[in-house]
């Protein structure tokens, strides 16, 4: 007879860090990289591997407080913060958070229908934010597991999409060797740095993980709790090994194929200049991972905004109303005609600055053994998270000084 009581196989339990990790693909992501290779080369790739070192420190946390807890992060503040102005101000700077989280996702899956088929970027964005519920459905009706096997699915046409080019263009490997070392050249280089960081190390993903894994794992006990934290590294180390190759790859592609070509900064520039250089086939599949990218990343998106809305206010909206309203900023500046590259870029920078709302938070709670019990995150964990806050700080704070003083 079979052993029912023998645990699940470790490979049962991944899945969590793979869905929160698709925030690490979004359309924010695809324009912050390409742009940065097509402007300053390869000098940028250190800032994609420290965002996803940072990434990783933090996605564990995040999984791990829902684990241990069984709360999301939103709904920790939401006990802890006793002011009702209080709760109010951190939830709308969530809000403000998930909705520049919405514009990168939505215009980036409009631009991706304009240009396969042609779609005025203003319907594109309505098909977007229309898909991205029937996504959440899938949530909401079948469970985490099916919703994760999705997502999976979009992460391998955009792994595609986004790296096929890289297989028929040499690389030059010493200039990606070079990119590893930690400079910056003007301004332009740290306002592009910001973006990175900002889409690389995204706050709706750690508001989001904390509560994917709690919704997972919400019949465990605590004799599992070890056993699934054990899994959580494995599952957080593969999904952001899959999310930093890719945005590495769409930084050197950007480098490598696009950067001699002056209208290779924007997300139709790059589109054609794949056209022009390598074919019409590769430009169709960066165009169907950019869409992918979009539609896989504004469901989790949505999720995130709908989880901050209920941890911190105790109200909830259906998600048919929430997205409705939350996706109204995208198309304003569709309709206004504003360039999706740039309106993309700056949505990430807007991420970047909440960062430390999200990190701070997370390494305070974690750390309190009233909350988290023996299972409480290890100081050189929580060190290293720290550090990478002040980092982010430190970065933005450049940012506004070179802001103010242009």
């Not at 054609?272 to 979009?294: H, Q």
């Amino acid at each position: 007879m079979p052993n029912r009581s023998a645990p699940s196989p470790i490979i049962s339990l991944l899945g969590p860090a793979m869905v929160a990790g698709v925030a690490y693909l979004d359309p924010g992501n695809v324009a912050s990289n390409i742009t940065g290779g097509s402007q300053f080369g390869y000098l940028l790739i250190w800032v994609v591997v420290m965002g996803n070192l940072i990434a990783w420190v933090v996605q564990y946390l995040s999984a791990q407080l829902g684990i241990v807890t069984g709360l999301s992060l939103p709904e920790v503040m939401g006990k802890r913060i006793q002011s009702r102005t209080g709760r109010l101000a951190y939830w709308v700077q969530g809000e403000l958070v998930a909705m520049a989280t919405d514009v990168a996702e939505v215009i980036g899956g409009a631009v991706a229908l304009y240009l396969l088929f042609d779609l005025p970027l203003w319907l594109g964005g309505l098909i977007v934010g229309a898909v991205s519920i029937g996504l959440l459905g899938v949530q909401s009706r079948f469970g985490p597991k099916p919703f994760e096997r999705v997502i999976a699915l979009f992460i391998v046409v955009i792994a595609i999409g986004f790296t096929a080019s890289l297989f028929v263009h040499p690389v030059d490997g010493w200039a990606v060797v070079g990119g590893l070392v930690p400079r910056l050249e003007g301004s332009g280089s740290l306002l592009l740095a910001a973006a990175i960081l900002g889409a690389t190390v995204m706050p709706h993903a750690i508001y989001a993980h904390s509560a994917f894994s709690r919704d997972r794992f919400l019949s465990a006990t605590g004799a599992d709790i070890p056993r699934l934290l054990r899994a959580t590294r494995i599952d957080v180390t593969v999904a952001l090994a899959i999310a930093g190759a890719v945005n590495i790859a769409l930084l050197v592609v950007g480098a490598a194929v696009l950067g001699d070509n002056p209208e290779s900064e924007t997300l139709t520039g790059a589109y054609s200049a794949l056209n022009d250089e390598l074919g019409i086939g590769i430009a169709i599949l960066f165009a169907v991972g950019l869409l992918a990218s979009s539609l896989a990343s504004t469901a989790v998106g949505a999720y995130a905004g709908a989880e901050i809305m209920s941890g911190l206010t105790n109200f909830s909206v259906a998600p048919i109303v929430r997205r409705v309203i939350t996706v109204i900023p995208a198309l304003v500046l569709l309709i206004a005609g504003v360039e999706p590259t740039f309106a993309l870029i700056v949505s990430q920078v807007i991420l970047s600055f909440g960062i430390p709302f999200a990190l701070i938070p997370l390494i305070l709670v974690t750390g309190t053994r009233r909350l988290m019990g023996e299972h409480r995150a290890h100081s050189a964990v929580r060190t290293l998270a720290g550090i990478a806050t002040v980092l982010v700080i430190v970065i933005n704070g450049g940012l506004i000084a070179l802001t103010l003083g242009a």
